[in-house]
């Protein structure tokens, strides 16, 4: 199977000191529904996670009870593995969009970055939807460099940053 991306055309992208390094990733539009549909599909593809409200590691509760937490309580954290080497750290934000960190220092080489798509083609194909990619602090809904387009069936830069 040919890469997604090639490391030498996008390498710049995953750049910590342009990018920053904890950049932005969602999928918008979703519904608790989404939400719960990712939750199973990090079990059953047996990726290690831990489940965090504030500091305390809990057992994972459903989508629908992430959810519908206090307003005024702590935004919970799932730490998600794909691979022994790699990190994304989704926040219960919103039922809207599915987001998270990723960090871009795991992503830096060839191998790295196929797991970085068959990661986002995972998630976007078992949702149905994009996933989509900004700098640290930016939109990824509004303002994507990079993603899993369904249309495409595969990850693709979207948008070089203006700077570019």
């Known amino acids: 199977m040919a890469a997604d991306l090639l490391w030498d055309d996008v390498q710049e992208l995953f750049d910590p000191a342009l990018m920053g390094s904890l950049p932005d990733a969602c999928v ?3 519904s608790v529904a989404d939400w719960q549909a990712l939750l199973d599909l990090i079990v059953a593809r047996g990726w290690r996670f831990e489940y965090c409200e504030g500091e305390t590691v809990l057992p994972l509760p459903t989508a629908a009870a992430i959810l519908g937490r206090e307003p ?9 593995w794909p691979s022994a080497r790699m990190l994304m750290i989704f926040r219960f934000s919103a039922v809207e969009e599915i987001d998270f960190d990723l960090n871009l220092r795991e992503i830096q080489g060839q191998e790295q970055l196929d797991e970085f798509c068959k990661f986002f083609r995972t998630v976007g194909r078992h949702l149905g939807k994009p996933v989509l990619m900004d700098g640290e602090m930016g939109k990824p809904a509004e303002h994507p460099v990079l993603g899993f387009l369904p249309e495409n069936d595969r990850v693709v830069v979207i948008d070089r940053p203006p700077a570019w």
């Open 72 to 80: 005024d309580s702590e935004c919970p954290a799932l730490r998600v």
């Open 28 to 30: 918008p539009h979703t």
